[in-house]
């Protein structure tokens, strides 16, 4: 005790002649006893040493490499009030040296990796300290643990801390931090935008989420800063690969994406890439495809298909209609038809046919002119037009009888609410209710849009008049800037693809309704793994960024 007491009173005389030296420099002695105090079997020596060697540190360059080296032995302690105590020291160094910033902010970031919770804490505040001192070298230093384009990654455990502590840490504070404002969200884009090419669903979705809120990507954004966006969820959905039909995570992947894009085609940036990979790829296959996925594509389809460039709704308006008509059937059989799909499908064709009105005419039949010598007027297209209003004809029959049905089934649910007696019985008997309820939108819609479209020369329906059966109404008071025509997406509504932020998809027309038929059935939801692929990550860093110095 008496060696630890006098060990410790050196330390005090060290750091009270270094504080009263004009000249630092000339006390070199001093520190350099300072740095050996760091390997004093003394705790209470080495936790004050832990606070005199980065204090100094400035006025010794010559002796930098043994300081800190002595410093990260210090943070690696077995104690754990050395460790917290050297930690609460390493901004220092890059004080009056910010030459050294970057550095010490990778030391910090392998520190995220702590277990005891005032550890980790002491570790955050510094890497926030460090990140007001210059936010752009601390954040390009902590990107480099997220993104594995210039070295592999190894340890997902420091990956996947550092990746919350951006998003609980440096996220929330983004107003504060980012300044000035316009370089510093342009400069954090950038690091983003690199770090995507290897994520998962949800961290690709935090990482759009962070984006739109800058104000760089806001309301008053031009539309190449939307574009922007929008070509960053394009190179996330890998449009630019063969598709293959047993690549389950690539199409939902691709459904994903298509639905975090569908808000941005609402701002003006262009789907066109988006559809001509549907119309190219995964048209042609669709009955390739598990039915419980077909379902997110074609609702997601209906939602993106009013923002569609007339050049890309003659593109697509082919398959779009030999989709329609496999799923509108000619007569009545024993197979039960998918109402859902024939929404969705009726919605797109009515918003593809607004903007290409003659692409109808050979396709359905229809005499639309529009002086152009796609009119094809001069050709008969008689059959088309029987065989797709006979069509009509049966889908409109079927909605009218489930609608008959479903309107029963609203009043027995009605009639077993006032009877039910357990809460879990009133519950089931709820949700039936809400299913028959969106059940009846569904039919209603299809009604209100096969209505029009018996004339020889139909008027297309390419407003907001209808809104989508699974989409929140509009009130009519409200200012609506909804994600979809007519409709505001709900918060968890995803359309039946759950790959993004462990969000519940919606379904497959999410209708439960054991009085009507299989159309009507809840579909099982699709969904990623959560990765794409092993991503062989790691800083493969040993003793905690020493090579630096």
Known sequence: MADEGKDI??????GERLNEAKDKSQNVEDYENIIKAATSSSVKARQLAAQLIPRFFKFFPDLSVSAVDAHLDLCEAEELGIRVQAIRGLPLFCKDTPEHLSKIVDILAQLLTAEENVERDAVHKALLSLLRQDVKASLTALFKHIESVDEPITDENLRERTLIFIKDKVFPLKAELLKPQEQMERHITDLIKKSLQDVTGAEFEMFMNFLKSLILFG???????????????????DLDIQFDVSDVDHYDRLISCLFMAIPFFMRGASNSKFLTYLNKHIFPIFDELPEERKVGLLKNLAECSPYTAPQDARLIFPSVIQLLKKYMPKRKTAEEMNFTYVECLLFTFHHLASKAPNASNSLCGYKI??????DRLGEDFTEQYKDFTERLNCVEELAKAANKKLTQGMAEHSKAMSTAKSDEEKANIKTQKQNATTGLRTCNNILAMTQPLHSKSPSFIGDKRINLSWKEAVKPSQHTT????????????????????NKKGRGGGGMQNQLFNR????????????????????????GRGRDYW
């Open 519 to 542: 159309a009507f059935e809840n579909l099982p939801q699709g969904g990623r793994s959560g990765s794409r692929g092993g991503r062989g990550r790691g800083r493969g860093r040993q």
């Open 482 to 501: 909804a994600t979809s025509a007519g409709g505001k997406r709900s918060a968890n509504d995803n359309n039946g693809s759950n790959t993004y932020a």
């Open 219 to 237: 309301e008053k954004a031009p539309p190449e800063r939307v574009q922007e966006l929008i070509e960053i969820i394009e190179a996330q959905a």
């Open 9 to 14: 009173e050196k330390l005090y005389e060290y």
């Open 369 to 374: 002119v529009t002086g152009q010598p796609s």
